[in-house]
């Protein structure tokens, strides 16, 4: 699909810089570095290979907005083609050497480095992560980064239970942390030593506390744990919600130092774009600096966050009309629409729902300090998504 894109770049006369095969953060670095109008990445991003599709970057290195998604895809049905009596060339870009130079640079050597597992998923987070904490000082065990479109070792999303044998690796080889990756390594996820896959809240929280050096405003999408946004505020920072996967343009209008959703960061100080592996480097980074943080990584979590996919489309003004009296008997304290449907309770727990942007699925969020209240808000949430389900239509 590379080659299909290149080809219709050049076609249109544009001159086309090939980064080859680089995770998708290196896409967005490299579109800034190199002076590019727009960048484009081939992925699928957490999902199988099937789902793959184009994700663009502007010359910032920030996705485009929705509305300039939306002028594109108008002009595309307009005018499908555009054709130049010239055409362009391609040449090789070296981005991925710029990016681990950059990184580099940005992060000293540490004394006392940590044992740590990196899991990258067969994705070409394999060129990066490794090499960057080897050369950092860490003591680095790679896993599953041959790299294959194919994702032989695992699923590439990194969930608990597709790195159930990733976790009882760390675990058996005695090593201090985990890192896995998403296929595009726009994703991370942590692995306790005891081999524990660590909530998403956690995450953000590490590369949270190594960023705010001074008051700000932080950014978290509307799924993000109350756990990070407890931890921003009292770390000084002013809270800003936003939708999934747009923290960015909320952190571009905001003047913001830090934005987050699960198992992504941005720091804008570094780039506009989300990067498991550059969280990766700060987290190990600020835990070989001051060990004592390990102790957070192993502690009990407060909030209990989980995740439901349901394969079914829904009509969201029925879901949300029918979720109001369905969870009446919760306490409703708000009721927010920011991104989907998301009632928010008295006791702080909330439930969202939201259609998936890749796949046709509706996905639940839902939070609490409960476990049992968890479990009894998705079982709500999974008969008002059938109930709502509608057929041979998008969902609204």
Same mark, same amino acid.
């Given at each position: 699909?590379?080659? $299909?894109? *290149? =080809?219709?770049?050049?076609?249109?006369?544009?001159?086309?810089?090939?980064?080859?095969? $680089? #995770?998708? #953060?290196?896409? =967005?670095? @490299? =579109?800034? %570095?190199?002076?590019?109008?727009?960048?484009f990445s081939v992925t699928a991003s957490h999902n199988p290979p099937e789902y793959s599709g184009l994700k663009v970057f502007d010359s910032r290195g920030m996705e485009l907005s929705k509305q300039d998604e939306a002028k594109i895809e108008r002009v595309m049905v307009v005018k499908p083609r555009m054709e130049s009596r010239d055409f362009g060339r391609v040449t090789q870009g070296r981005a991925l050497e710029s990016y681990l130079e950059s990184m580099q640079a940005r992060f000293g050597p540490v004394d006392n480095g940590l044992r740590i597992l990196v899991d990258c998923s067969n994705g070409p987070a394999s060129f990066v992560t490794p090499k960057m904490l080897g050369d950092l000082g860490h003591r680095v065990t790679p896993l599953n980064a041959q790299t294959s479109w194919r994702f032989t070792a695992r699923l590439p999303e990194p969930t608990a239970q597709n790195l159930s044998e990733t976790a009882s690796i760390v675990?058996?080889?005695?090593?201090?942390?985990?890192?896995?990756?998403?296929?595009?390594?726009? +994703?991370? $996820?942590m692995i306790s030593s005891a081999g524990q896959v660590l909530p998403d809240s956690l995450t953000s929280i590490m590369v949270m506390k190594a960023v705010l050096k001074q008051r700000g405003v932080v950014v978290l999408s509307e799924n993000t744990s109350s756990a990070v946004e407890e931890?921003? &505020?009292?770390? @000084?920072a002013r809270i800003v919600r936003s939708r999934i996967g747009k923290t960015f343009a909320e952190v571009e209008k905001e003047g913001a130092v830090f934005a987050t959703e699960p198992s992504k960061v941005v720091d804008p100080s570094w780039g506009m774009w989300e990067d498991g592996m550059y969280a990766a480097v700060m987290i190990a980074d600020a835990v070989a600096r001051d060990r004592s943080l390990l102790n957070l990584l192993n502690s009990e979590p407060r909030w209990h966050y989980k995740q439901v996919n349901v394969a079914r489309l829904v009509g969201f003004e029925k879901l949300a %009309?029918?979720?109001? *009296?369905?969870?009446?008997?919760? +306490?409703?304290?708000?009721? +927010? +629409?920011?991104?989907? $449907?998301?009632?928010?309770?008295?006791? @702080?727990?909330? &439930?969202?729902?939201?259609p998936s942007g890749t796949e046709p699925k509706t996905r639940i969020y839902c939070e609490s300090l409960d476990e049992i209240r968890i479990e009894e808000l998705i079982v709500i949430g999974r008969q008002l998504i059938e109930a709502a389900a509608i057929f041979g239509r998008e969902a609204r």
């Open positions: 699909m590379s080659r $299909v894109a *290149s =080809a219709a770049i050049t076609a249109a006369g544009s001159e086309t810089l090939s980064f080859g095969l $680089v #995770p998708t #953060p290196v896409t =967005a670095y @490299g =579109a800034r %570095q190199s002076g590019c109008k727009l960048g675990r058996a080889l005695g090593l201090d942390l985990g890192f896995a990756h998403d296929g595009d390594a726009d +994703r991370l $996820v931890e921003a &505020i009292a770390l @000084g %009309q029918s979720a109001e *009296s369905a969870f009446a008997r919760f +306490r409703i304290s708000e009721i +927010r +629409r920011l991104d989907g $449907v998301k009632l928010v309770f008295k006791d @702080g727990s909330w &439930i969202m729902f939201r």
